[in-house]
């Protein structure tokens, strides 16, 4: 099997609209002008080479969860695959929370993820603060056309005029106050003339709309704040609402695509757009707001909110902990960009909100990675094994494929020697019903070497078990002919104990024991797993790569990347991505 998407790509409702789009020609007259600006911009530059446009939109206030892996995927893979081109925007129009650490964190891991925004030499990079100007210029011009008023009351009394679901709202008493005192006002407002929460731009649609949204939503607040870009140029700011139509339509975006919880939001998405247009601000074709359901999964939380808490309470050790949701710590863990596109891809584009199972992600990583990682042992809980009949100095080179899918991949090679670390599990004084490996008396097979046959153990006073004690029969190393005249059902992996690497390995258990962990106004913090990480010491095949990016498939217990941070050439230390699917099968 292979994990390179040689498949064909599965169709979804979006790949349909952007096809018919096509066909319809919908964009044959669309221009761009190298870079994003209003229609007199635009309107002067070349006709667009990109047939579509989408663009990954993120709020750099935070860093990006695996439900931002499947935005990227999409956004990007649709561009790459109708012959587009996808902007990487940072939709950074709120300055209390966006920080210069997130927008860096951010590029890295959609780089990471192996996608990029350079398209025909042009950086397609983009920071809707950079618009804050044009956006301004909008909302005058919305105010000279009668379409927005600035309105004195408070943001409480707004919230109470603004109605129900059930109740029609209430006009404000500025609302048909003349625009060239709103226009004043407006302009005063962004002089720092007032302070925060005196006063608000509102667009001028309707109090008593069916839909919340359109009942005069407010386009501009004040915020006398800090901005991570602009600094202290701007202390008025526009709502997200307002911004993310002018940010898609000044950079020609064809495809705005976003959440379902965004749909009640499309009908002013379309207002702003519509009527800068015949403003003569924006320029056609105008976007489009398509909504997808956002990826929900088991066993983990995807608010960034929920994230940055367990980051600042302590409950992990930071934004890369490789029991985080992010894509940070989904990348130390060790999981591989390919397994997250493959995981993406697979969980599909629909229109209704589910929730996915966190063992896809695994099962995405175990396609993706049997076929190309090495194979090699370790031994995670080590008892002492004793071949008594070995020569205490002789040293035997055992050979097993590097990875049983390639032979061509070649061989590994490590030392068999008289004295080996096993599983602790492997050998039981008294053996449980089926239990096939070592017990006084059995035999069974050092995996790629001898079949050997356990003659006894060693117990210290407190009763444990310190050594076993096995003779090794010399016709049966495995590979040689005639090596399996004696038959064994059980086969134990080992590694020397004289060679072998000493290393740290974590394993880990889902961060929330509950699968729905933010279901409902429970405290999301009380599910919390209080074992989803173990730290065990234990033993490396000679030869295993300890290079963070290198996947490592340890027989029988999953796949491993040593850890970014703090692995040492001296120290390995090994993450464990996932088990293996398969419990380890006797004979394998
Ligand atoms: P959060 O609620 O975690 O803060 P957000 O939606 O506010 O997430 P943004 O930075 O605004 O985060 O998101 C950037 C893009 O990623 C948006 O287009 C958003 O729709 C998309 N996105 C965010 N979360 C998911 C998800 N779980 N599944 C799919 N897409 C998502
Ligand atoms: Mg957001």
Redesign the pocket.
């Known amino acids: 099997m292979s994990s390179e998407s040689t498949a064909p790509v599965a169709t979804n409702f979006l790949r349909n609209i952007i096809e018919s789009d096509l066909s319809a020609g919908k964009f044959t007259e669309k221009r761009w002008a190298g870079q994003p600006g209003p229609a007199s911009v635009q309107m002067a530059g070349q006709p667009d080479p990109a047939r579509i446009r989408t663009r ?7 860093y ?5 892996a ?3 995927c ?2 990007f893979g649709l561009a790459r695959d109708f012959g587009g081109v996808c902007h990487m925007r940072f ?1 950074d129009t709120n300055p209390e929370k966006e920080e210069q650490e997130y927008v860096d964190a951010i590029i890295d891991a959609v780089k990471w993820l192996g996608f990029d925004w350079n398209a025909n030499g042009t950086e397609h990079l983009y920071f809707a603060s950079d618009y804050f100007q044009v956006m301004f210029e909008c909302a005058e011009s919305l105010i000279e056309a009668g379409l927005a008023y600035v309105d004195e009351q408070s943001p409480e009394t707004m919230r109470t005029m603004r109605g129900t679901l059930t109740e029609a709202g209430k006009d404000s008493p500025w609302r048909d106050r003349p625009a060239e005192e709103s226009l004043n006002l407006l302009r005063q407002m962004r002089d720092g003339k007032h302070p925060d929460g005196s006063m608000a731009l509102r667009a001028r649609i309707d109090m008593a709309s069916p839909n919340i949204n359109m009942r005069d939503p407010v386009l501009y607040r004040i915020r006398h704040a800090t901005h991570h870009r602009t600094g202290d140029q701007w202390c008025v700011y526009p709502m997200y609402a307002f911004a993310h139509p002018i940010e898609d339509a000044l950079e020609g975006i064809t495809h705005s ?3 379902l ?2 749909e009640d939001q499309r009908p002013f998405y379309d207002w702003v757009l519509n009527n800068l247009q015949r403003l003569g601000k924006l320029a056609a074709p105008l976007p489009h707001q398509y909504e ?5 999964m088991s066993y983990i939380v ?6 940055l808490q367990l980051v600042k309470d302590g409950h992990v050790n930071g934004w890369d902990d490789p029991r985080m949701p992010t894509i940070a710590g989904l990348r130390r863990r060790g999981y591989t960009a390919s397994a997250l596109r493959l995981f993406c891809e697979r969980t599909g584009v629909s229109k209704s909100n589910s929730r996915i199972d966190y063992s896809l992600l695994d099962q995405a990583m175990r396609e993706d990675q049997d076929p190309h990682a090495h194979r090699s042992v370790a031994i995670l809980d080590p008892l002492k094994l004793v071949i008594t009949n070995f020569p205490a100095d002789k040293v035997e080179l055992c050979h097993a494929p590097r990875n049983p899918h390639h032979p061509e991949m070649g061989m590994r090679e490590f030392p068999l020697t008289r004295e080996l670390w096993i599983e602790k599990e492997d050998f039981a004084e008294v053996p449980p019903k089926k239990y096939f490996r070592l017990f006084p008396g059995n035999s069974v097979r050092l995996k790629y070497g001898y079949v050997v046959t356990c003659t006894g153990f060693n117990k210290d006073a407190a009763g444990n078990i310190t050594e076993v004690h096995v003779e090794y029969n010399p016709d049966t190393k495995s590979g040689t002919p005639g090596s399996d005249s004696v038959k064994v059902k059980g086969n134990v992996t080992w590694v020397s104990a004289s060679h072998a690497i000493p290393a740290e390995l974590r394993l880990y258990d889902r961060l929330f024991s509950e699968p729905f962990p933010d279901a409902g106004d429970g405290d999301f913090l009380a599910c919390l797993n209080p074992t989803s990480i173990e730290t065990v010491h234990g033993w490396l095949e000679p030869g295993t790569i300890a290079e963070p990016g290198v996947v490592t498939q340890f027989e029988r217990l999953g796949y491993f990347v040593a850890d970014a941070k703090d692995s040492t050439a001296e120290k390995p230390v090994f993450n464990r991505v996932t088990t293996l699917k398969d419990t380890w099968a006797a004979g394998a």
């Open positions: 990954f939109p993120p709020e750099p206030n935070g990006l969860h695996i439900g931002h499947k935005s990227i999409l956004n939709d695509i976003c959440t919880e965004f997808f359901a956002r990826l929900n995807t608010s960034k909110r929920k994230l």
